[in-house]
């Protein structure tokens, strides 16, 4: 298994640009979400999804649209970038939204915007 | 959310024990204590989870208070690639507004060779 992947590792964008960062896992996982993490910050939820098909808001969404046509892939589209975009991007899986499942994640993208 | 307090940083020799204490005296009785850590450049990595009783798996064990208001991470022996920033965190479910995987400050283990 590959796990959790994202692609690319690194983006750098003018503000006002616009972008997908794709995540994908193989491992038949039902929910996926994707948080950002700022320097000497913890995670902070941005969209998450319990099923293909099924997506809704974390606490920061505001800037970020998702979608889940597939179980395996989970897109993050950046609709028009701004400096305040500037962070690392993971993606995670779990087997489904319940606690008892452990979280996979994925290496991250580090986005700078300009 | 229910908040966990650990210890800012611990130093540690290779191939001894380390102890990782997180205290969480708001559990709720649906929450599992999740342990996750970070290496520097790094997403995070899963170590251990549970809801009562102590567990074991092949990376640490967890040892749960018998009241749950605290949980200790233990690795068994320490080598440098442990060297990370340990969370200790409560979830009972993912998504929505207590899903947020509030990571916090952890703690920084430091490994010496």
């Known amino acids: 298994n590959a796990g959790v992947t994202q692609t690319p590792k690194f983006q750098v964008l003018k503000t006002g640009q616009s972008m997908t960062l794709q995540c994908a896992q193989d491992m038949n996982h039902e929910y996926m979400s994707w948080y950002r993490q700022d320097p000497g910050m913890g995670l902070r939820l941005i969209h998450y999804s319990v099923g293909a098909g099924i997506t809704d808001q974390g606490e920061v969404p505001n800037g970020y649209n998702v979608s889940r046509s597939t179980t395996e892939d989970f897109p993050l589209r950046l609709l028009s970038a701004a400096p305040s975009q500037t962070s690392v991007y993971f993606c995670a899986s779990s087997y489904s939204a319940s606690g008892s499942n452990e979280q996979f994640f994925g290496p991250g993208t580090r986005l700078t915007v300009l | ?113």
């Open chain 2, 1 to 113: 959310d229910a908040k966990t307090t650990q210890p800012n940083s611990m130093e540690s020799n290779e191939e001894e024990p380390v102890h990782l204490p997180c205290n969480h005296s708001t559990i709720s009785g649906t929450d599992y204590i999740h342990w996750y850590r970070q290496l520097p450049s790094q997403g995070p990595e899963y170590v251990i989870h549970g809801l009562t009783s102590n567990v074991n798996n092949r990376m640490a064990s967890l040892a749960i208070a018998e009241d749950r208001k605290s949980s200790t991470l233990i690795l068994h022996r320490a080598t440098l690639r442990d060297a990370a920033v340990y969370y200790c965190i409560l979830i009972w479910n993912y998504g929505g507004s207590q899903g947020n995987l509030i990571f916090g400050k952890g703690t920084k283990l430091s490994v010496k060779p």
